[in-house]
């Protein structure tokens, strides 16, 4: 008897997983790096030959069947195992050239780490560098990154890595807005700023210490702006939007603010460097671990907000 699984591919698997995922020709086709007409014709060849629907199409989108749901965890499962069987032939691989995926926020990218990545393509130009910018945690079993640089007191027990320093956070104001110098110390905090306006984070910054500080002195109708973007927070802050928080290592680089209270250290949030552990022994992931550690290690001081640039 003909199992028809048996003629699938793991093409087929990936359209398959892609649509039960997304549950969008469209957004499974931007995935896929093909056009939504392609994928529509690969599912409607897939359903032919397993003789089976494998969707619903509802006004929503696609709806997986309970057969489409079983092959999309099938797919799944196989991804998982194809990166995991590649990831350990990448961590044997000691060759200092190839691709080397970064995931990182906007703030670490842009303050941080671009003098760090130049300096060691320059050491090591075979190495290409790609760069995810995003908040959201990656998810290393899938390969979608091979090093992590995350402020977080709660690394994945997934990953190994090392706690670089505490990233030092403060409040800031427009310095046109404070000409005649910050507040003193018994004017500055959010809740002994409340004649000003104030922008805050939101979505998956919502969680940082500092954004329950502010929900928690300030009045409501004083938080006019809200960000999930550190960039977009210093921005709102230099144009006048209101005062908020900022690491050091952001504000201090910013000619036109101006810190307007101490960095508390019970805000702080540590900065970690994280990868798989069948990476770490990687020629090009390890050594650009070990350079990174050692440049930010000089910087200790300023990222924790104790010195200027």
Same mark, same amino acid.
């Given at each position: 008897?003909?199992?028809?699984?048996?003629?699938?591919?793991?093409?087929?698997?990936?359209?398959?997983?892609?649509?039960?995922?997304?549950?969008?020709?469209?957004?499974?086709?931007?995935?896929?790096?093909?056009?939504?007409?392609?994928?529509?014709?690969?599912?409607?060849?897939?359903?032919?030959?397993?003789?089976?629907?494998?969707?619903? &199409?509802?006004?929503?989108?696609?709806?997986?069947?309970?057969?489409?749901?079983?092959?999309?965890?099938?797919?799944?499962?196989?991804?998982?195992?194809?990166?995991?069987?590649?990831?350990?032939?990448?961590?044997?691989?000691?060759?200092?050239?190839?691709?080397?995926?970064?995931?990182?926020?906007?703030?670490?990218?842009?303050?941080?780490?671009?003098?760090?990545?130049?300096?060691?393509?320059?050491?090591?130009?075979?190495?290409?560098?790609?760069?995810?910018?995003? $908040?959201?945690?990656? $998810?290393?079993?899938?390969?979608?990154?091979?090093?992590?640089?995350?402020?977080?007191? $709660?690394?994945?027990?997934?990953?190994?890595?090392?706690?670089?320093?505490?990233?030092?956070?403060?409040?800031?104001?427009?310095?046109?807005?404070?000409?005649?110098?910050?507040?003193? %110390?018994?004017?500055?905090? %959010?809740?002994?700023?409340?004649?000003?306006?104030?922008?805050?984070?939101?979505?998956?910054?919502?969680?940082?210490?500092?954004?329950?500080?502010?929900?928690?002195?300030? %009045?409501?109708?004083?938080?006019?702006?809200?960000?999930?973007?550190?960039?977009?927070?210093?921005?709102?802050?230099?144009?006048?939007?209101?005062?908020?928080?900022?690491?050091?290592?952001?504000?201090?680089?910013?000619?036109?603010?101006?810190?307007?209270?101490?960095?508390?250290?019970?805000?702080?949030?540590?900065?970690?460097?994280?990868?798989?552990?069948?990476? &770490?022994?990687?020629?090009?992931?390890?050594?650009?671990?070990?350079?990174?550690?050692?440049?930010?290690?000089?910087?200790?001081?300023?990222?924790?907000?104790?010195?200027?640039?």
């Amino acid at each position: 008897m003909n199992d028809p699984l048996k003629k699938l591919c793991w093409d087929d698997l990936r359209v398959v997983k892609a649509i039960g995922e997304l549950g969008s020709l469209s957004a499974a086709a931007a995935q896929m790096g093909v056009n939504a007409s392609t994928v529509f014709r690969r599912l409607g060849e897939i359903e032919k030959l397993l003789e089976l629907s494998l969707f619903e &199409r509802r006004r929503q989108g696609y709806v997986a069947t309970p057969v489409g749901a079983e092959l999309v965890a099938l797919a799944q499962r196989l991804e998982i195992d194809i990166v995991a069987v590649t990831r350990r032939l990448a961590g044997l691989d000691q060759e200092l050239a190839g691709a080397l995926r970064i995931a990182t926020s906007d703030g670490l990218a842009t303050f941080l780490l671009m003098p760090v990545i130049a300096g060691f393509t320059r050491l090591h130009p075979a190495v290409r560098i790609e760069m995810v910018i995003g $908040n959201d945690a990656l $998810n290393l079993a899938r390969g979608e990154t091979d090093i992590a640089v995350r402020a977080t007191d $709660n690394p994945p027990e997934t990953m190994v890595g090392r706690r670089i320093a505490d990233i030092g956070w403060a409040p800031y104001g427009r310095r046109s807005d404070f000409a005649g110098g910050p507040p003193g %110390p018994e004017r500055s905090g %959010p809740d002994r700023l409340a004649d000003h306006m104030w922008a805050s984070f939101c979505d998956e910054l919502a969680g940082l210490k500092v954004t329950r500080l502010i929900d928690t002195t300030v %009045p409501p109708e004083r938080i006019v702006f809200r960000t999930n973007s550190v960039q977009g927070m210093a921005a709102a802050i230099s144009a006048g939007v209101g005062v908020g928080y900022l690491p050091c290592m952001t504000g201090d680089m910013i000619p036109d603010l101006v810190r307007i209270g101490p960095a508390d250290p019970a805000l702080a949030d540590a900065l970690w460097l994280l990868t798989h552990p069948d990476l &770490r022994k990687s020629g090009r992931v390890h050594t650009f671990l070990e350079y990174c550690a050692t440049m930010l290690a000089r910087r200790r001081s300023f990222i924790e907000g104790r010195s200027s640039p």
